[in-house]
């Protein structure tokens, strides 16, 4: 696609339910990254993957919370029982490889997140 | 892990004048990238400019300069003639061998008119 694509750009969900955030990345990025951002704050880094592979999950908060790439493109972040803590901005980014003339990471619009 | 430290939360500058946003880096690698990013209040993440730690020379695009000192793992980006738009969050960005992207906690732009 265009760009990097992040669906729903809203959601507001009850304490306690489950959410899944997906996340669409340019097509051919070998690295797909989610972030957790505050109003005023840089992104908080939660977890990223190479291909299919989770490289990284240092950055997710407590067991809640799970990601997967199954196949190396489209992921999704999973959040169960949520808490009204919860609530922020998350973010998608891609990058493709190092060795390309692109080296940034391209950030979708992000899913605002409430949970009451 | 590397770490990304920008020292000012807030800044301002005088639409028209020239301004210099700190940024400063921990890291054991040698072969990596930097980046700045602007995000207005519209909340995008918009790429603003970008250095290879291999290339001694500064980058520019258009305003926007950087200071690029690796010795001193230290990233500073200039906006000169700043105008009102470039009003918004500025954060800094390393890029490590592993392809993980580490961002500093920020900086708030105002330009004064």
């Known amino acids: 696609g265009a760009g990097v694509s992040q669906s729903p750009r809203y959601k507001v969900t009850k304490r306690g339910q489950d959410v899944a955030l997906r996340c669409d990345p340019i097509s051919g990025h070998v690295s797909l990254y989610w972030y957790r951002q505050a109003l005023g704050q840089g992104p908080e880094f939660l977890t990223y993957f190479n291909y299919e592979a989770q490289q990284d999950k240092s950055g997710l908060p407590n067991d809640r919370f799970s990601a997967e790439r199954p196949e190396g493109s489209i992921s999704t972040l999973t959040i169960q029982r949520t808490e009204q803590r919860d609530s922020a901005m998350y973010r998608c980014?891609?990058?493709?490889?190092?060795?390309?003339?692109?080296?940034?990471?391209?950030f979708g619009q992000g899913t605002r997140l409430t949970v009451v | 892990a590397q770490t990304v430290t920008q020292s000012q939360p807030e800044m301002s500058v005088q639409e028209a004048e020239t301004v210099t946003l700190s940024c400063t880096y921990d890291t054991s690698e040698s072969d990596y990238y930097l980046f700045w990013y602007k995000q207005p209040p519209s909340r995008q993440m918009i790429l603003v400019i970008r250095q290879e730690a291999y290339k001694q020379q500064n980058a520019t695009e258009n305003r926007f300069s950087v200071n690029f000192q690796k010795a001193a793992k230290s990233f500073s980006l200039k906006i000169s003639d700043s105008q009102l738009g470039d009003a918004a969050m500025y954060f800094c960005a390393y890029r490590s061998r592993g392809n993980q992207f580490y961002f500093g906690t920020g900086t708030s732009l105002t330009v004064i008119p």
């Open positions: 980014a891609s990058s493709p490889d190092r060795g390309g003339r692109d080296t940034e990471a391209f």
